[in-house]
């Protein structure tokens, strides 16, 4: 190797001008020298080398913090190898990111004060040659440059919500603002408020060369370090420290001096490198996967994990000592740079690859997310996390029966632990320098979790529990628990029971959600057909019925009637039931335990002929109402479109489904198709939700779904298995409390399309393949009438209508294909009545409010007075009478049934005390008679309105005969 001399940073040790040095393994040789201490002290050139600086780095590589201290390629080879012991600011080269969520940034600040140098005299008279000959030392220390460095160590630990990226970006410019705020009090003006709360947040470590009364450990802290620091060294009279030093090589003094062979290769030192960093890289993530919550839970994965570390840093040790063995040589020349080549090799051939190592991790991540997604909805059962608990829980007196989600493959031998394992005790790690013959291979086994027969019973399992879990859990004679527990026959989960301190049944099927019940007459009396549970064994039924709408309000449980059959008889009759009423019935099925969640349930009425008063009419009478209702419309109900269109061009058509509905798209989804919605929002309804999904309704791919709030927002998004993505909002939503409406959603080229009331309202982009949609889910507080599928979206009626963008407006054709239309906005109704107005006359009225529409009115005309002046308008409902030109007064109701573009119909009931309203089916007021109603001659409509359809019904004629079930 040349004869040069090296320039090299000092790391932290105590080198000063005179020092032997052997560059062989970087260690310096105190006690001995060339020269007598007086002539070192008295020969010695000292120069001002006054010069500072601050520098910024984000990355926690060894290459980039070797760069800040200014460190040579064989210096760096070196303290890889553990040859060289640092100190003082050079410590920082120690610290590694504990963490793959740390967020880091370093600060140095660095000065250097003095430069001296031996003289020429001193190179030539050396009082002790003796050195030469021990060949203990290669070089000597002819010149030192002084100062001191600081490293200051800003972290951030981001959650999983963070984004890791952002938050780095943010902490490097909290950091950067360091330097340019001169006092501690203009941090609260220099910083924002997101940047104060996370500079709140930060954890400082400081290396230096500096002395200071305290280290500083938070932002505050640092800044009030970072200003005392220029003056530390000037203030206590000291030149600092050495910083970097020059080697002068022995030979060049004498022939018979220690050499410098040869360096080590820097391809060889780049590899090094790369190699501890991985490893490096492996303990952060290892670290990160032990602090997992969930890993706590499951101490088999704790376990592994912790195993894993255990043996990783025997590993490393054992690499370093191989590293410390053959650097010293290869630099004398006992050895060529291929010995450590030969290292590098072996360790490729080893289970700690990068390859190996982040297989195994992603494994173990892979399986900690799906414990995670698995185990996420059962906050509110207990994880047992050691025999001692579970023992406890078993052996409770209080508790007759456990029923455990048992996750059942946690505890099998993991392949590359065993490997690991081997090697790590084997000679082949022992003689490390010696060739690995046999590399290891990474085991092929599949992993229970990538199964998917196994994730598919995995699934059922945990609908089971979860399902069998919330209908029980106010049963304290039952505990539901979370378990691991080693069973190969059923690999995945399975759900074991056990009773009396004793495992009873290691795959228990509790009973679940049955199907709908089915309602017809026998002997003129109401009988249910009930379905046993698809799932364990169905010893009796739980019947639940009430009379009013079901709501999803905790308080609304108390509403049903309960019935208990004495046995598992799937036919049930009932009796003293009133035929003037509408029922809701569901059930649950009742097991060996527990029972099952309750079925969806059904509306109906029954009964032949009814006989009633006048006087029993009010709003609680839906069957009643439906009856007179369905007498004149289709069983499609009312839409903008007629029935004929409807049926010609919608397919697959379903009426009045249930809901909860979740069923087949038949055919999918394409560009081109839309799905068509024509129903009526509860009035005292608040929200109501829908979803095109691939999968189940729990973990399934939503590809679209819509979420409204009744007349107050709509929000737009979509879910890959349990995870949200980012929602799109709108501040308002054109459905209301008691509103019709007409919806599609038409998949375009470039998004799902929704059309609410002839008006387009949103394009939500595609984010999920749309050809991947299987499913319809509907949920919330409305009743829909009809929905289906429209093939041809660009050929149909309703797409050409849209088109234009100017559907439905009062100059718009929306009564294009109505035989006989009452009233337009530029045509008013004054009709004289041809029929005498008393109680058990019914009033029905249907039409189309136009998308650019204030208000209409309809008047019940009393000669030249009104007797009932019924005016809706979109915000609110007004009721009034006028009487000889005078106004009375008036009654105002808050919220509207009708919205803007949106079709309707309208019963006025009238009975011997006032109007009983119905709008879109569903009861909404009443108005009591100011005016005898006999007296009732004409009927006026105005305003903004198309009145396609006016009525007068007498019920006294109607056959109330309804169907079952017959749905509102």
């Excluded at 795959?507 to 017809?520: I, L």
């Excluded at 079901?550 to 009637?561: G, I, Q, R, V, Y």
């Excluded at 249930?658 to 509860?682: E, H, R, S, W």
Aim: proline content about 5%.
């Amino acid at each position: 190797m040349d004869t040069k001399i090296i320039e090299m940073a000092a790391l932290g040790r105590a080198l000063y001008p005179g020092m032997l040095y052997d560059c062989r393994n970087d260690s310096f040789i105190p006690g001995i020298t060339l020269w007598d201490k007086n002539a070192l002290r008295d020969d010695i050139d000292v120069l001002d080398q006054t010069k500072t600086f601050v520098k910024l780095a984000a990355s926690d590589s060894v290459s980039d913090k070797a760069n800040l201290l200014n460190v040579s390629a064989s210096l760096k080879a070196s303290f890889l190898g553990g040859l060289v012991e640092v100190g003082g600011s050079a410590k920082y080269l120690q610290d590694s990111k504990s963490s793959a969520r740390q967020c880091r940034v370093t600060m140095q600040y660095s000065q250097t004060t003095k430069f001296e140098q031996l003289t020429m005299k001193e190179l030539g008279n050396i009082a002790y040659p003796k050195v030469f000959e021990q060949k203990t030392a290669t070089h000597v220390v002819t010149a030192v440059l002084y100062g001191a460095s600081a490293f200051m160590l800003f972290d951030y630990s981001s959650s999983e919500s963070e984004n890791k990226q952002e938050i780095e970006g943010s902490l490097q410019a909290v950091v950067k603002k360091i330097p340019t705020i001169s006092i501690e009090g203009q941090a609260s003006l220099k910083l924002s408020s997101e940047e104060k709360k996370l500079a709140e947040n930060i954890n400082v470590t400081f290396y230096g060369d500096y002395e200071l009364d305290e280290n500083p450990t938070t932002y505050t802290e640092a800044l009030r370090a970072c200003k005392k620091l220029p003056g530390l060294l000037k203030d206590r009279n000291s030149k600092g420290v050495p910083v970097t030093v020059w080697l002068y090589p022995l030979t060049l003094l004498d022939s018979r001096a220690a050499k410098l062979v040869r360096d080590i290769s820097l391809s060889l030192v780049s590899k090094t490198e790369s190699v501890l960093e991985d490893l490096a890289q492996a303990e952060r993530k290892c670290n990160d996967l032990l602090r997992n919550p969930i890993t706590a839970s499951f101490p088999e994965l704790n376990k592994s994990l912790e195993q894993f570390r255990e043996l990783h840093s025997f590993y490393k040790i054992a690499l370093q000592k191989s590293l410390v063995s053959i650097l010293p040589n290869i630099r004398s020349g006992a050895l060529e740079n291929k010995a450590l080549g030969d290292i590098l090799t072996n360790h490729g051939m080893t289970p700690f690859t990068a390859t190996n190592m982040s297989k195994w991790l992603d494994d173990i991540t892979t399986q900690l997310n799906v414990l995670t997604s698995y185990t996420s909805a059962l906050k509110d059962v207990t994880f047992v996390s050691s025999e001692r608990l579970f023992n406890s829980i078993l052996y409770d007196p209080n508790v007759d029966s456990v029923v455990s989600l048992t996750f059942t493959s946690l505890k099998s031998e993991d392949p590359y632990l065993v490997g690991v394992r081997s090697f790590v005790y084997s000679d082949a790690l022992a003689n490390f320098g010696q060739p690995i013959t046999k590399a290891f291979s990474y085991p092929t086994t599949q992993p229970w979790f990538t199964s998917l027969d196994i994730s598919s019973r995995m699934r059922q399992n945990l609908t089971l529990f979860t399902s069998f879990f919330k209908t029980n859990i106010n049963n304290s004679r039952i505990k539901f628990v979370v378990a691991s527990i080693s069973d190969p026959s059923n690999p995945g989960t399975s759900i074991r029971l056990y009773q009396s301190s004793t495992l009873k049944d290691p795959k228990f099927q509790p009973v679940s959600k049955p199907a709908a019940p089915v309602v017809g007459t026998s002997d003129g009396k109401p009988l249910v057909t009930l379905s046993k549970s698809p799932t364990g064994e169905t010893r009796q039924f739980i019947i639940e019925y009430r009379n009013t709408q079901p709501t999803d309000s905790a308080n609304d449980l108390a509403m049903w009637k309960v019935i208990t059959t004495p046995d598992a008889n799937t036919s049930f009759a009932f009796s003293d039931l009133n035929p003037l009423q509408q029922y809701w019935v569901r059930y649950r099925a009742v097991g060996t335990l527990g029972v099952s969640e309750p079925s969806d349930y059904l509306q109906f009425s029954f009964s032949g002929m009814v006989d009633f008063t006048m006087s029993q009419w009010n709003l609680s009478m839906p069957s009643l109402i439906n009856h007179v209702r369905t007498k004149i419309m289709t069983n499609m109900g009312f839409s903008r479109w007629s029935s004929s269109t409807i049926k010609s061009e919608v397919s697959n058509i379903i009426n009045n489904p249930n809901l909860t509905y979740d069923g087949a798209i038949p055919g999918g989804m394409k560009v081109g198709t839309a799905l068509y919605f024509q129903g009526t929002a509860l009035k005292t309804g608040t929200s109501f939700e829908m979803n095109v999904r691939a999968g189940s309704w729990s973990s399934g791919d939503y590809t679209f779904f819509a979420y409204f709030k009744l007349g107050e927002s709509m929000t737009f998004n979509t879910r890959r298995g349990p995870n949200w993505e980012a929602s799109e909002n709108v501040s308002s939503c054109p459905i209301t409390k008691g509103s019709a409406f007409d919806m599609f959603f038409v998949v375009k080229q470039e998004g799902w399309e929704v059309n609410i009331n002839g008006q387009k309202v949103y394009l939500f982009k595609h984010r999920l393949p749309v050809e991947k949609a299987t499913t319809l889910g509907i949920y919330g507080d409305i009743v829909m009438n009809t929905m289906g599928t429209v093939s041809n979206w660009g050929n149909s009626t309703f797409g050409k209508e849209l088109a234009p963008g100017i559907s439905r407006t009062m100059l718009s054709n929306v009564q294009s294909d109505v035989p006989y239309p009452v009233s337009n906005p530029q045509k008013n109704y004054n009709g004289k009545l041809q029929v005498a107005v008393k109680p058990g006359l019914v009033f029905f009225f249907q039409g189309v409010v136009p998308s650019d529409f204030n208000c209409f009115a309809i008047n019940f005309v009393v000669g030249s007075d009104i007797a009932f002046h019924f005016l809706a308008q979109s915000f609110g409902m007004t009721y009034n009478s006028c009487r000889s030109g005078n106004w009375e007064n008036a009654i105002q109701i808050q919220g509207s049934p009708f919205v803007k573009g949106s079709a309707f119909d309208i019963l006025f009931f009238i009975n011997s005390t006032g109007y009983e309203i119905i709008v879109n089916g569903l009861p909404f007021s009443t108005f009591a008679h100011r005016m005898p109603v006999e007296n009732v001659n004409s009927i006026q409509i105005n305003a903004d309105v198309f009145m396609n359809n006016f009525s007068i019904i007498d019920v006294d004629k109607v056959n109330i005969k309804a169907k079952i079930p017959a749905n509102v």
